[in-house]
């Protein structure tokens, strides 16, 4: 049986965001969103890192992703 909730998965070198619009419908504004999810983990692998953090209750919990051109493109 597949995983009922799926990661989301952001990857670097171009900014990619995948997601199952099933789960995570649109909700106005270039937003998606589902109230009955919550946070349960991240993990951060790449550039010499390999951070998990865990979230036991999941609320309360903001991950900003800042990003930018690269540099040789402006």
Same mark, same amino acid.
């Given at each position: 049986?597949?995983?009922?909730?799926?990661?989301?998965?952001?990857?670097?070198?171009?900014?990619?965001?995948? /997601?199952?619009?099933?789960?995570? %419908?649109?909700?106005?504004?270039?937003?998606?969103?589902?109230?009955?999810?919550?946070?349960?983990?991240?993990?951060?692998?790449?550039?010499?890192?390999?951070?998990?953090?865990? /979230? %036991?209750?999941?609320?309360?919990?903001?991950?900003?992703?800042?990003?930018?051109?690269?540099?040789?493109?402006?």
């Amino acid at each position: 049986m597949p995983d009922e909730n799926p990661p989301i998965v952001i990857t670097g070198g171009s900014v990619t965001i995948d /997601f199952k619009t099933e789960i995570f %419908p649109p909700n106005g504004n270039g937003k998606h969103g589902n109230a009955n999810k919550k946070l349960k983990s991240i993990t951060i692998v790449g550039d010499g890192l390999d951070i998990t953090q865990t /979230f %036991p209750t999941g609320k309360g919990v903001t991950i900003t992703i800042a990003y930018g051109n690269s540099n040789d493109k402006p």
